[in-house]
């Protein structure tokens, strides 16, 4: 974030990992490290975005993901608007595509979109003039995740380049194991998926990523990097895992499995002593609650980076001086 | 809204359209007129109403009115606040008299009301110093629907006196079409409601309006406003049309029914296949998204109206320049 | 509140009255009082805590408390931020514990808390360097609204000591009552709990009240405060009373039951014709309407001691002036 460098061309939306380019990644972090410093203060509020709008656009449950969005808005300012399925039209049964026209209409800067249905933030986007963000679509990506994993990463162990994570549990279903995988290719480092042979996904390879079936194939990594276990994926007709139990002890990150030096990280809700056993998640191994506040760091410097970058910019710590 | 015009008495309310005359409504236009030219600005923001509290207090669930009133008041720079019956003492059975109580001990300059029940923003307006504006009230009025869509009527065709608008669909359940058929009476604009006998009530002559069951009859209109068709009409012991696929050939609006020249409006959301053909829908002749953008600024003109035309009054234009 | 006295010890949190000393309740009723002044004012916001966050967590729905919270919030300028258990990762299992470290890494400044077991403010408090405000925890305390009940009092009568308050009905579900005794108590005022033996818990008196099933012991109170009858108490397995009806008979305040002089006051949602007759509610007696508009400005006074209180302080009428 050289004043020299010439300003990095717009994107418009932040959809997936895989539309990012190495200099967008870092341009990101740089900014959140800046921002991170900036909330330190007493007064928490940059007017950096005063007049903005930014829609939340949630056709899921998520506290985590929504009220850092919310907040992270807040904090610069922005005004915010909260739309979920609950409570309205999308309950009318109005299809996505005419809530994003709508929503559209009102010129909203920024619209944030969680959705079941992998596409549905680039649907979105095909319809209106406002910046997307994805906060997660199906099994497909959540990048601000990524990108909040990487902040975290960098900032607990000083580097990425030459990284080497763990990503371990229900890989088959998670959005989060997608995008940190693309990510950390994209930034140099080595991720290595592991997982019950039920829980990977045939071809997980091609993202760029190692795969084993042993759990003790984490003992070589720098960061392990616990999926959460949705217990819909347990019992019943579409059964991945004989029990929770069974799991737990096989897959499960008790603090015999965790190395001296090594760092451990959730994107969260946890399922304590199912994928993760009490005494890591609160031990000081744990990077959990680092995660949630670089969420928010990370979120305000999409933001900042969606609404700002196309501009000829000034460095933002500059700004926040 | 000339200078030297004296300002009109104040509205304490805006309940319905039957209370209106028409100077409020040409006021209420020239005010949105006015702000739809600052919304063009980057910062999207007024002050004009900053320390004022607009509460939102909806009985029923809707994306489309109820943001656009948060959005609104946001753009005014009032706080506001939403109250809706899920997860409120709604559930704990209290009386909509002690809520509007409850919510006017917190001195709201707004409160807007939805409601299943007619008269209920009434009864809210008897208990409460707040102004109060129906945000529609079962199947008996919507004005700032009316008032949006006479503000996209007069944008798109440059008038209002002597146009012609065919309300096409199910009139008996619908608020909108009741509220614009006053408006356009009062407006000196002509309205046709045309349906399915079924769906068209006894007696509906008496607001103004010619009626017929002859969908050809929209051959003549400037405007043919397509009412939603709501699928628990459907079906069942209260069927009033036999089927959607039945309803959708002989009253849907398709490419064919819309003559070149007339222009399309919907009040969303939209049965896409229903009521109106998706080639309608998304054609130059649909003013739909209009509509929502101009729900926006004369639901703003609405909060402004009310809040400062008691006062001797500068026209908004200065203000706002 | 005068200049000479040195500030008060910060309390963190207020999570029940058992935690407070006389001096803190009047400081608040004090900072309440003058609060209330400064919302005369046509323009009702304070910039006192502009840049500070507040998040309400809440387990339980609520009208009354929640919009009272969120508005108290916001009339001190302050970002708020409000986390329902429906929509929210509470509804994936996350653990409160969990809940709250994850809200804690955001850094708010105060977390309100509403949970249906006892003990959960505590909880969260233990998790998170926030203040922690208990907006009601089970059957246990809820200690804003005694707060509010005692400044209702002190400005309706002009006193708290020596002042006698008869609370009436469900006595044995009611953390209304709970902490209502306690801080009757601690200003020197004088309770009395009257209802039938089922609901009144055993060994009530501990708390600091007398207690009588005789609904004519009301008759010497200067307060008679009417508690909520839950529905759900009646009929089932689980009957503390025969009826609604007979209930309304034995324990419902009608106009009979009040001696000239007295007021009645109800927390809200009142059941009107179940422990208070509609004609006693909308009664120059009632101070139903004051509790409300006493929640507010209580709220402010809470939220405004717990984030200056610890610093050395000026008066709050000074700095409101």
Known sequence: MSDLRPPAPPRRHLLSIRGLERDDVERVLETARALAGSLDREVKKLPTLRGRTVVNLFYESSTRTLTSFELAAKRLSADTMSVRSAGSSVDKGESLKDTALTLS?????????????????????????????????????????????????????GRLEGLHVAIVGDVRHSRVARSLVQALDLVGARALVVGPPTLLPRGIEALGCAVSTDIRAIADADVVYVLRMQAERMGSGEAYVPSLREYASSYGIGPERVR??????????????????????????????????????????VLYDLLTVAAVRE?????LA
């Open 105 to 157: 209409a009102y010129d909203p800067d920024v619209i944030v979109v969680r959705h079941p249905s992998i596409g549905a933030p680039e649907l979105v986007a095909r319809n209106t003039a406002a910046h997307v963000v994805n906060a997660g679509d199906g099994k497909h990506q959540h990048p601000t995740q990524a990108l909040l994993d990487l902040h975290t990463m960098r900032e607990a162990l």
């Open 260 to 301: 001296r030096g090594q760092v451990v990280m959730h994107p969260g809700p946890m399922n304590r002593g199912v994928e993760i056993d009490p005494r890591v998640a609160d031990s000081g191994a744990a990077l959990v609650t680092d995660q949630v506040r670089a969420g928010l760091v990370v979120r305000m410097a």
């Open 315 to 319: 460095p933002v710590h500059a700004e």
